[in-house]
């Protein structure tokens, strides 16, 4: 089957020192590439059953029980032994796993099969053979960077690869993907070119 094959260029003018190239963040929706034919992914529906966060490790004594009724987007709240409540609020703490239940986000990357995926959050990301992708699970939009010598190495939340003279990484985060690369000796005036694909139907790419 064959993709639309689009390429992205970053002018960097950077001339010496130590600097972080990039800091782009790339969303899953209608400001990333538009369509591209594919193969769907058939994801198993699987029920989400949310866990009672553990009270320590959200600064509350272990007396403390999560309410799961009362979770929301940006917030948590435990009963305390005393009978009072806390609440705990934050960024981006939970997802919308399904109508009106919401999960713990967790943006580390785990094992499925060949690929590596993050499918504990809002969007989803997916690390393989074919590069690196983000999408948004609720429409299928999304986009592929395409990765030159195979698969990215995979730590934790970041996924890495060598290209270009640099070592690129891009971290998952709540809205979607970070990409970076550090500069550690002068290099003058660069142009960097990255090879992307669009998913299902999202609108053209922009910086």
Same mark, same amino acid.
């Given at each position: 089957?064959?993709?639309? #094959?689009?390429?992205?260029?970053? !002018?960097? $003018? #950077?001339?010496? $020192?130590? +600097?972080i190239?990039?800091?782009?963040?790339?969303?899953? +929706?209608?400001?990333?590439?538009?369509?591209?034919?594919?193969?769907a992914?058939?994801?198993?529906? @699987? /029920?989400?059953?949310?866990?009672?966060?553990? /009270?320590?490790?959200? &600064?509350?004594?272990?007396?403390?029980?999560?309410? %799961?009724? =009362?979770?929301?987007?940006?917030?948590?709240?435990? !009963?305390?032994?005393? &009978?009072?409540?806390?609440?705990?609020?934050? !960024?981006?703490?939970?997802?919308?796993?399904? /109508? $009106?239940?919401?999960?713990?986000?967790?943006?580390?990357?785990?094992?499925? $099969?060949?690929?590596?995926?993050?499918?504990?959050?809002?969007?989803?990301?997916?690390?393989?053979?074919? &590069?690196? @992708?983000? @999408?948004?699970?609720?429409?299928?939009?999304?986009? #592929?960077?395409?990765? /030159?010598?195979? =698969?990215?190495?995979?730590? +934790?939340?970041?996924a890495?690869?060598?290209?270009?003279?640099?070592?690129?990484?891009?971290?998952?985060?709540?809205? +979607? %993907? =970070?990409?970076?690369?550090?500069?550690?000796?002068?290099?003058?005036?660069?142009?960097?070119?990255?090879?992307?694909?669009?998913?299902? &139907?999202?609108?053209?790419?922009?910086?």
């Amino acid at each position: 089957m064959n993709e639309d #094959r689009h390429y992205l260029a970053l !002018r960097l $003018g #950077r001339v010496g $020192g130590i +600097g972080i190239i990039g800091a782009l963040i790339i969303a899953a +929706g209608a400001s990333i590439p538009s369509i591209r034919d594919r193969i769907a992914r058939t994801r198993a529906a @699987e /029920p989400v059953v949310p866990v009672a966060a553990d /009270p320590v490790a959200w &600064g509350l004594p272990a007396t403390a029980t999560e309410v %799961l009724a =009362k979770r929301a987007k940006d917030a948590k709240h435990f !009963r305390n032994a005393d &009978g009072t409540s806390t609440a705990v609020f934050g !960024r981006d703490i939970h997802y919308e796993a399904s /109508p $009106g239940v919401w999960d713990d986000v967790d943006l580390t990357f785990r094992a499925s $099969g060949p690929d590596h995926v993050v499918e504990k959050n809002r969007l989803h990301s997916r690390v393989s053979v074919n &590069g690196i @992708e983000i @999408e948004d699970p609720a429409t299928g939009k999304g986009v #592929r960077w395409r990765t /030159p010598a195979g =698969k990215p190495a995979v730590s +934790g939340k970041k996924a890495t690869f060598s290209d270009q003279g640099l070592t690129w990484e891009y971290t998952t985060t709540s809205q +979607g %993907l =970070k990409a970076s690369a550090t500069v550690s000796s002068r290099r003058g005036p660069q142009t960097y070119t990255f090879q992307y694909a669009q998913l299902g &139907g999202s609108a053209e790419f922009t910086i």
